[in-house]
T-cell receptor, first 116, second 116 residues
Framework: AQKITQTQPGMFVQEKEAVTLDCTYDTSDPSYGLFWYKQPSSGEMIFLIYQGSYDQQNATEGRYSLNFQKARKSANLVISASQLGDSAMYFCAMREGSGGYNKLIFGAGTRLAVHP | DAGVIQSPRHEVTEMGQEVTLRCKPISGHNSLFWYRQTMMRGLELLIYFNNNVPIDDSGMPEDRFSAKMPNASFSTLKIQPSEPRDSAVYFC??????????????FGQGTRLTVV
């Protein structure tokens, strides 16, 4: 069964606009972590933001914020004030269980194109 | 810290040859992951180690693939014999459980493997 689902293969946004990248997940474990990574065309994987299942508030990191809706099992990434350098693949990922000793699995990714 | 170091960055080999990919995790990290990335299958988790012990190798495609972690600072992924369908980018990532909760993984630059 697909644990992480990213339904948008590709998205585009106008520079300086906000964009939301969707992610839904499936787990029966009450303790889990959700992550977003960026992969630019150069290929490296860059960690962006983390949300814990017990966190009361949505995570934010600069222009990145995570819209965490636990009941819906969704963890959408919001990028505000898009920049040309935001054009990349974006991956949602999840670790189940506590202690950090658990595997990290990824969704299929969404390719974001920022237009000037 | 130098980050996760993978070698080689690029490898071109002939079908049937043995290929060994190497990874040095971030010092102090407890968990190490090997991923394979292709256009068709995305980011697949092949195997992960905790404290040098393989925990889950269910993602290893077949017996031609093997991975070892002889100590906390070194891991190898070996393919023997290699086949053209093994052509992909192989990532190594490491993470720490020091925070006691789920933690992000830091990725190496990847090894681009081409089997001809």
């Amino acid at each position: 069964a697909q644990k992480i689902t990213q339904t948008q293969p590709g998205m585009f946004v106008q520079e300086k606009e906000a964009v939301t990248l969707d992610c839904t997940y499936d787990t029966s474990d009450p303790s889990y972590g959700l992550f977003w990574y960026k992969q630019p065309s150069s290929g490296e994987m860059i960690f962006l933001i983390y949300q814990g299942s017990y966190d009361q508030q949505n995570a934010t990191e600069g222009r990145y914020s995570l819209n965490f809706q636990k009941a819906r099992k969704s963890a959408n990434l919001v990028i505000s004030a898009s920049q040309l350098g935001d054009s990349a693949m974006y991956f949602c990922a999840m670790r189940e269980g506590s202690g950090g000793y658990n595997k990290l699995i990824f969704g299929a990714g969404t390719r974001l194109a920022v237009h000037p | 810290d130098a980050g996760v170091i993978q070698s080689p960055r690029h490898e071109v080999t002939e079908m049937g040859q043995e290929v060994t990919l190497r990874c040095k995790p971030i010092s102090g990290h407890n968990s190490l992951f090997w991923y394979r990335q292709t256009m068709m299958r995305g980011l697949e988790l092949l195997i992960y180690f905790n404290n040098n012990v393989p925990i889950d190798d269910s993602g290893m495609p077949e017996d031609r693939f093997s991975a070892k972690m002889p100590n906390a600072s070194f891991s190898t992924l070996k393919i023997q014999p290699s086949e053209p369908r093994d052509s992909a980018v192989y990532f190594c990532a490491s993470s720490s459980a020091d925070r006691g909760t789920n933690t992000e993984a830091f990725f190496g630059q990847g090894t681009r493997l081409t089997v001809v």
